[in-house]
């Protein structure tokens, strides 16, 4: 594995037809988007996993909604950096592509990539837990919490909590892509969640070329072609060899998050 910055990614992306990428929530950082893991990830004296939970919701859906209101509230204000924009022009070239994230926060499709799976939903979408309808609602702050459904029914998040099934189809197109694809990128996860941490390891187990981006070491840092550490939003550009698509000035250094 070579971790140094000469990088065999470019000539093999041009021979490429198949191309998967897999990123987390250090993709957003420079964005202004706490991360889960990191010491900005808490809200209160709270902790993500003691609030992304159906438990959770049922035992208190105002204070869950709280939560999510100011998660909604920061994101809102974050604009796309130069990695989300990098990976949507990798997919502008890409015959088949597919951006796997973990993100909840929408920046990815803001920055312009299309061939998304969200896997663990969207801050920006609600679902009744009565008549299960999903619609988005882009309301932040909310008028009222917790919201209700037109039928009356509690409006959750529709995202994926702790002890959740994922959704059934991304999670196929997932897996699809990671046994397909001749190129794995892996932006910005701390690759401990499940089972989006395994994705990396079937990719390479299929043969792809496996290239992670992350600030630190990680448990896929071993099982990686390539491992490149510092910010996504200065490594990718370069590493993918790509003009960044012009987009609007982003909050470049990680610091504080944007404010809600
Ligand atoms: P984590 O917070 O676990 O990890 C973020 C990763 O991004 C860490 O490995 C950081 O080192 C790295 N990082 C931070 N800033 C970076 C930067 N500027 N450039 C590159 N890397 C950077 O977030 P995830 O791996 O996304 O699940 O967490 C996975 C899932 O766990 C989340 O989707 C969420 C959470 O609990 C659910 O809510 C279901």
């Excluded at 971790?3 to 490429?16: N, V």
């Excluded at 699809?176 to 794995?184: G, N, Q, R, V, Y």
């Excluded at 990128?185 to 070329?209: D, K, N």
Aim: with cysteine; aromatic share 6%; hydrophobic share 40%.
């Amino acid at each position: 594995m070579s971790r140094s910055g000469a990088s065999k990614l470019q000539g093999r992306l041009r021979r490429a037809r198949r191309v998967a990428v897999l990123t987390g929530a250090g993709v957003s950082a420079e964005s202004g988007v706490p991360t889960f893991r990191g010491t900005d990830g808490l809200w209160r004296q709270y902790r993500a996993e003691d609030l992304a939970t159906p438990e959770a919701f049922r035992r208190d859906p105002g204070l869950v909604w709280e939560w999510y209101d100011w998660r909604r509230q920061l994101v809102a204000t974050c604009q796309p950096n130069p990695a989300h924009r990098a990976i949507a022009a990798l997919e502008r070239d890409a015959p088949e592509f597919l951006l796997i994230t973990q993100n909840v926060d929408g920046l990815h499709r803001k920055a312009g990539s299309v061939r998304v799976v969200e896997l663990h939903g969207n801050l920006w979408r609600v679902r009744c837990v009565r008549d299960e309808r999903t619609t988005e609602n882009l309301e932040a702050p909310l008028q009222d919490i917790p919201p209700r459904c037109t039928c009356g029914g509690l409006l959750r998040p529709d995202v994926v909590w702790f002890g959740e099934a994922l959704p059934a189809e991304d999670l196929r197109r997932a897996f699809e892509a990671a046994e397909s694809c001749e190129i794995f990128l892996v932006v910005g996860t701390s690759a401990v969640v499940q089972p989006a941490a395994s994705l990396p390891m079937i990719a390479r187990e299929h043969g792809a070329y496996v290239v992670e981006v992350n600030l630190e070491p990680t448990p896929l840092t071993s099982t990686a072609h390539e491992s490149h550490h510092g910010k996504a939003g200065e490594i990718l550009p370069h590493l993918l060899g790509l003009t960044p698509v012009p987009g609007p000035p982003s909050p470049v250094p990680q610091g504080p998050p944007c404010s809600p």
